[in-house]
């Protein structure tokens, strides 16, 4: 179900600052969308995902990983934001980090795409800003998809002969049996993984 409300009543307002449900909110130009909260099958691939990012892609990137945090347009806090699952940066990108939201692209970012939610409605806000990657991973098969943005659009990219799909931050990723997603590190061996574990 999708709702539009043209004036927020204030009441709503409280209700869901005071109950933490407006804590996936985001702003699309001026036009606020009411995101529900994620559910225990797409809370536990992001945990998974986010600490491998942390254990093997940070120490070798310098990069940092955030979660759920706001990421907006050059001059747009407030009016014009994102909030996606995961972001990358890499070390030039810590200049954009104002805190409370990100202003402007980060290296990637990783939306866990549910059932009729917008992903792929974000994508062009995505691209506006010039985030270089988008890894879409729907949260019930776990099977990835990289948009890598080239000229200004995002274009989905082939796996390799072997199914894996190779981002630019020295990542691959495909999926894997029993609904997981396999992930390794280009140049390490020992970094491969099925997520979630257990």
Do not use: C
């Not at 059932?115 to 879409?136: M, N, R, S």
């Not at 080239?150 to 990219?157: D, F, M």
């Not at 894997?176 to 140049?187: N, P, Q």
């Amino acid at each position: 179900m999708k709702v539009v409300m043209p004036v927020v009543p204030e009441f709503v307002s409280l209700w869901r600052k005071t109950t933490g449900a407006d804590r996936y909110d985001e702003m699309w130009d001026g036009v606020l969308h009411m995101g529900p909260t994620p559910n225990r099958t797409h809370q536990d691939l992001e945990w998974a995902l986010e600490t491998w990012l942390r254990i093997f892609w940070v120490p070798v990137s310098g990069g940092k990983v955030y979660h759920q945090i706001n990421v907006a347009s050059i001059g747009g806090w407030t009016k014009n934001y994102r909030i996606p699952d995961l972001v990358l940066l890499r070390p030039e990108d810590f200049p954009i980090d104002r805190n409370e939201y990100f202003e402007g692209p980060p290296s990637a970012v990783v939306e866990i795409r549910s059932p009729q939610d917008e992903t792929y409605e974000k994508l062009p806000f995505y691209a506006e800003i010039g985030v270089p990657e988008v890894w879409v991973i729907d949260r019930d098969t776990k099977q990835p998809e990289l948009h890598q943005l080239v000229e200004n659009q995002y274009r989905a990219q082939l796996p390799n002969a072997d199914g894996w799909l190779t981002s630019q931050l020295g990542v691959q990723f495909r999926g894997a049996a029993a609904g997981r997603l396999r992930i390794r590190l280009v140049d390490g061996a020992n970094s491969q993984r099925d997520l979630p574990e257990g």
